[in-house]
């Protein structure tokens, strides 16, 4: 069953059980206010009789005044007037019938006794539903008979009828509307539903232009929000990683070429040109490096997407790692052109950390630096203490990055300088080495002016 048939479903039944439990309220309700409205007219036209006969014929004998009683009872309501003696037998009656034995009848009894009575039942001749009303007439205290008022309850069983049938086919044209209204709601509902699932299909071919629209400022509204949002970054996702396969790929042919070459020219050449052979040898030993550390930067790339990779604790020496880094990079600066400087505010405290993967880190952010500052050019790496962490500033008067391409450079597979050499990955580990160190690195940088990069790192 759809969400839609259920839906509809749901909102049916509720509004009949709603309708229904209404219906039977106010149905009985007003059957309560009809009859009872009946009873009280005729307990105080029957009140009133007796008032009446006590205040002016308490002193009379009943018997022989029942006729002229029944007159003045009889002539102030349309009810059927019956007067009762002690005993139970009938005296008068305003229409001439009456079974002569009253005592039989429930209420007559009560109200001989001195209570008031009322009972509801059949008229035994015409099984017409009737109302009784039975009161005490006293006189000095002594009660001497009763007053009886019957009316037809025909009338009022037909107007509440009518009152029933007219509520019964109010409910039912509420319960139609409401399960109109449901329907167009769920549709409406269903549409946007359909919409997702529709979007979510096509997404699953790997379609990741699909958009869904948002109809409603609603919880469906965000969620098609959220997955229109999932699926442009899916979609920019699946851009960057075939714009790494592709660089990737040129990346490991250039060096794989040129190791391919001076093997070549090597073997052509043989072992006699001394100098020629030392030169073929450092460019394939530069080149098998260069691979080596991209063939690592993958490796730790897949451990980190899989979380899997580890780091191993251990106390460390910031500023001897820091001096060490300086000294084996700097060759390179140099050779560049490039001032590459060390500035460590003592002491430094002792952390605990994993040495080696912080090591990669300063290298790469160094190797950045260098990469893309050009000569003449300065690098600054600075370290120093603030409350609960240690602080490296490196900063270079390199090219810098534009500010679109700052908020994307330490996601995975992102290259701001598509034609710079590198995988792109560096930056992304190196974020999430310094993550698992429960550290924080933030980049700083202005087009012309250089580049800052800074590590938090807990204490």
């Known amino acids: 069953m759809g969400i839609q048939k259920r839906l509809v479903g749901s909102y049916f039944v509720v509004i009949c059980l709603t309708v229904l439990i209404l219906e039977i309220f106010l149905i009985v309700s007003v059957r309560y206010y009809y009859f009872h409205n009946v009873e009280r007219i005729l307990m105080n036209q029957a009140e009133l009789s007796a008032s009446f006969f006590q205040q002016y014929f308490s002193d009379e004998d009943l018997e022989k005044q029942s006729d002229r009683l029944l007159k003045g009872f009889a002539n102030n309501s349309d009810a059927q007037v019956q007067i009762i003696n002690p005993s139970g037998r009938l005296l008068q009656d305003s229409t001439g019938s009456g079974d002569d034995s009253m005592s039989k009848y429930i209420g007559v009894q009560s109200a001989i006794h001195g209570q008031p009575a009322t009972w509801k039942g059949k008229d035994p ?45 109010v409910g039912i044209l509420v319960i139609v509307i409401v399960t109109i209204l ?25 379609d990741f232009s699909i958009r869904v629209q948002k109809r409603y400022r609603d919880e469906l509204g965000t969620l098609a929000d959220t997955l229109n949002m999932m699926a442009s970054r899916i979609a920019k996702s699946e851009q960057l990683k075939n714009d790494f396969i592709s660089s990737v790929s040129h990346e490991l042919r250039t060096p794989l070429t040129s190791i391919k070459g001076w093997i070549i020219t090597l073997k052509s050449n043989g072992t006699d040109n001394r100098p020629l052979l030392h030169d ?165 940088s202005e087009v012309g002016k250089g580049t800052i990069v800074q590590i938090d790192l807990p204490v």
């Not at 600054?380 to 534009?402: M, N």
């Not at 190196?430 to 550290?439: E, F």
């Open 125 to 169: 001749s015409t099984q017409e539903a009737i109302l009784a009303v039975s009161y005490p007439l006293q006189a000095k205290d002594i009660i001497v008979g009763e007053v009886r008022f019957i009316t037809s309850l025909t009338e009022t069983i037909n107007t509440v009828n009518q009152i029933a049938v007219l509520l019964i086919s």
């Open 182 to 206: 449901g329907l167009v709601i769920s549709w409406t509902i269903t549409r946007s539903i359909k919409d997702l699932k529709l979007a979510a299909d096509q997404m699953t071919e790997g």
């Open 280 to 444: 073929g040898l450092d460019i394939i030993e530069s080149e098998s490096d260069r691979l080596t550390r991209m063939v690592d930067e993958l490796l730790d790339f897949s451990k980190l997407d899989n979380g899997r990779m580890a780091i191993h604790l251990a106390p460390v020496q910031l500023s001897r790692l820091l001096d060490y880094t300086i000294r084996q990079l700097a060759p390179r600066a140099a050779r560049q052109g490039i001032s590459l400087e060390l500035q460590v505010d003592e002491p430094l405290p002792t952390i605990q950390a994993d040495e080696n993967r912080l090591k990669q880190v300063l290298i790469n952010l160094i190797d950045n630096s260098i990469k893309f500052t050009a000569p003449s050019g300065r690098i600054f790496v600075h370290a120093y203490t603030a409350p609960r962490k240690v602080v490296i500033a490196i900063e270079d008067t390199g090219s810098g990055i534009p500010e679109e391409d700052l908020g994307n450079v330490m996601q995975k597979f992102y290259k701001g300088n598509q034609y710079a050499s590198g995988s792109g990955l560096g930056l992304s580990i190196s974020d999430q080495i310094v993550k698992l160190h429960h550290g924080v690195l933030r980049i700083t």
